[in-house]
């Protein structure tokens, strides 16, 4: 049995009982990635030698003294936005190709406090914009289900690796969907935290209202262990709320007697598989057994969802991508005559094309006389949008739907279609827009490729999400399927 199959806790055990050590976590995750890395293409920078100088430190810390954190050894993948010192962090893009941080973030600072080790950095859509992970500058990566489809974006490197068994956890950030809709794609967990509880100090932006980072895990109770590792006020970050953490490991008892679920008919219906479909509703069988109530419910300006983030987004991105410009840090064209020029020739030779597309749009958005038509108009649907899932969380505890409207598709299937790319957003998109919390569980699979299960809370409420999504898993086996690579 592969290290990896072990849950948390066992391997913790093993460690405590010194039939493990460190190195050996780390080893197996670098023979796996030399193992199936050439199929699944999950990583765009490894940190091997610093990787293997940090386990033979933990393993004689541990050797001196008995005292561990919960996550002790574990060898973690980082997305590549997330600003890393002294470890290459591109965004997947040709722009900061020659981009060595100076600093660490703080997700990443509280994952060296809790004595992870980083096996390197994880391929992404370039600047986060995209839903398949086929915007990388460098090359796709795959989904280890079946390698010639996509495994979801833009945190599709982060899944895909997780999925694969190349790490044990990976951080992704989620802007519309990106932790969540990846997470089902590759059939493993994917929880967006509520915005402002996990701080965004040092994840290069792409949409400042919505980006939030969040793990990717194997199971559930690892990421309640993640997520209690990395939530927290930080006064680096100005949209960091100041509020006490729970322990989200006590919240998963399995109790949900009593439980009330809405499953909104916009989720269900028009554009959703009947495969998918069907899936959600066996799930909400296995709620039902285990004493949980599920009622229909409306969420009627979700259909205003998919425009609304296109528009705030990239109004958003247009404004956060405008320092990159040649001069301060990333690339610089070699061929300007003038400073117009570098603007120019920097930016048009380091953007791909959905980025382009997004800082035209946004910056569309925002021009004078367009503003009130346009983005201020997008702000007005967003509080409509919130108000939507304020008003049935007056009534039910959570609400239930499918993480993605089909599963995962094939590698160049849409890419030439835009639009169509976009939809598959449609079921994540609102959950975003309102700053509230969702994780993604597998459900089953459809023509053997997983689905997600996405559940949704209340602002700050990530224990009854965490309880929820345990108690599915606890009485399912979808989560311990693993790809055949």
């Known amino acids: 049995m592969s290290l990896f199959d072990l849950n948390l806790q066992q391997i913790h055990a093993k460690l405590q009982g010194k039939e493990l050590k460190v190195a050996d976590l780390v080893d197996q995750s670098y023979t796996r990635i030399q193992q199936v890395e050439s199929k699944v293409r999950a990583f765009l920078t490894l940190d091997e030698e610093n990787a293997r100088l940090t386990a033979a430190k933990l393993d004689e810390q541990f050797a001196n003294s008995a005292t561990t954190s919960d996550l002790f050894g574990l060898p973690i993948g980082i997305k590549?936005?997330?600003?890393?010192?002294?470890?290459?962090?591109?965004?997947?893009?040709?722009?900061?190709?020659?981009?060595?941080?100076?600093?660490?973030?703080?997700?990443?600072?509280?994952?060296?406090?809790?004595?992870?080790?980083?096996?390197?950095?994880?391929?992404?859509?370039?600047?986060?914009?995209g839903g398949s992970n086929e915007n990388s500058a460098y090359h796709p990566s795959h989904n280890p289900w079946?390698?010639?489809?996509?495994?979801?974006?833009?945190?599709?490197?982060?899944?895909?690796?997780?999925?694969?068994?190349?790490?044990?956890?990976?951080?992704?950030?989620?802007?519309?969907?990106?932790?969540?809709?990846?997470?089902?794609?590759?059939?493993?967990?994917?929880?967006?935290?509520?915005?402002?509880?996990?701080?965004?100090?040092?994840?290069?932006?792409?949409?400042?209202?919505?980006?939030?980072?969040?793990?990717?895990?194997?199971?559930?109770?690892?990421?309640?262990?993640?997520?209690?590792?990395?939530?927290?006020?930080?006064?680096?970050?100005?949209?960091?709320?100041?509020?006490?953490?729970?322990?989200?490991?006590?919240?998963?008892?399995?109790?949900?007697?009593?439980?009330?679920?809405?499953?909104p008919k916009e989720y269900m219906g028009k554009g959703i598989d009947p495969a998918v479909k069907e899936k959600v509703l066996e799930?909400?069988?296995?709620?039902?057994?285990?004493?949980?109530?599920?009622?229909?419910?409306?969420?009627?300006?979700?259909?205003?969802?998919?425009?609304?983030?296109?528009?705030?987004?990239?109004?958003?991105?247009?404004?956060n991508l405008a320092r990159f410009d040649g001069v301060r840090y990333?690339?610089?064209?070699?061929?300007?005559?003038?400073?117009?020029?570098?603007?120019?020739?920097?930016?048009?030779?380091?953007?791909g094309p959905e980025v382009k597309r997004r800082i035209m749009l946004g910056t569309y958005a925002l021009s004078s006389g367009y503003y009130d038509a346009y983005y201020l108009k997008a702000q007005q649907v967003r509080t409509l949008i919130k108000q939507d899932f304020d008003q049935v969380f007056e009534k039910f505890d959570i609400i239930i739907g499918p993480t993605a409207p089909t599963p995962a598709f094939k590698i160049g299937e849409q890419s030439n279609d835009p639009?169509?790319?976009?939809?598959?957003?449609?079921?994540?998109?609102p959950v975003s827009l309102a700053g509230i919390p969702a994780i993604s569980v597998p459900c089953g699979f459809v023509n053997e490729l997983p689905v997600g299960l996405q559940v949704i809370g209340k602002a700050l409420d990530e224990a009854t999400l965490l309880r929820v999504a345990h108690a599915f898993e606890q009485h399912t086996d979808h989560h311990k399927q693993r790809p055949q690579l």
């Open 80 to 129: 590549d936005n997330m600003v890393t010192e002294g470890l290459r962090t591109t965004c997947a893009s040709k722009f900061l190709s020659n981009y060595n941080p100076i600093y660490d973030a703080t997700v990443v600072t509280k994952l060296k406090e809790a004595q992870t080790v980083t096996i390197g950095k994880l391929n992404m859509d370039e600047f986060a914009m």
């Open 146 to 263: 079946n390698t010639d489809y996509v495994p979801g974006g833009s945190s599709g490197g982060s899944a895909a690796a997780v999925a694969a068994g190349e790490v044990y956890f990976a951080l992704g950030s989620d802007t519309g969907g990106s932790i969540r809709q990846p997470a089902a794609y590759c059939g493993i967990v994917g929880l967006k935290p509520t915005y402002g509880l996990v701080s965004r100090y040092g994840l290069v932006a792409f949409a400042s209202s919505l980006d939030q980072i969040g793990p990717l895990t194997k199971n559930v109770e690892d990421s309640a262990y993640l997520l209690q590792a990395i939530a927290g006020y930080d006064p680096k970050d100005s949209t960091s709320a100041k509020v006490d953490i729970p322990d989200y490991l006590s919240a998963l008892t399995g109790d949900i007697k009593g439980l009330r679920i809405g499953v």
């Open 283 to 319: 799930a909400l069988k296995v709620l039902e057994g285990l004493g949980a109530v599920w009622e229909e419910v409306t969420l009627p300006h979700s259909e205003y969802a998919v425009a609304t983030y296109y528009l705030l987004a990239s109004s958003e991105a247009s404004s």
């Open 330 to 351: 990333g690339v610089r064209t070699d061929n300007a005559n003038n400073l117009l020029d570098l603007y120019h020739m920097s930016r048009s030779e380091g953007f």
């Open 419 to 429: 639009l169509t790319m976009y939809l598959n957003d449609i079921m994540t998109i």
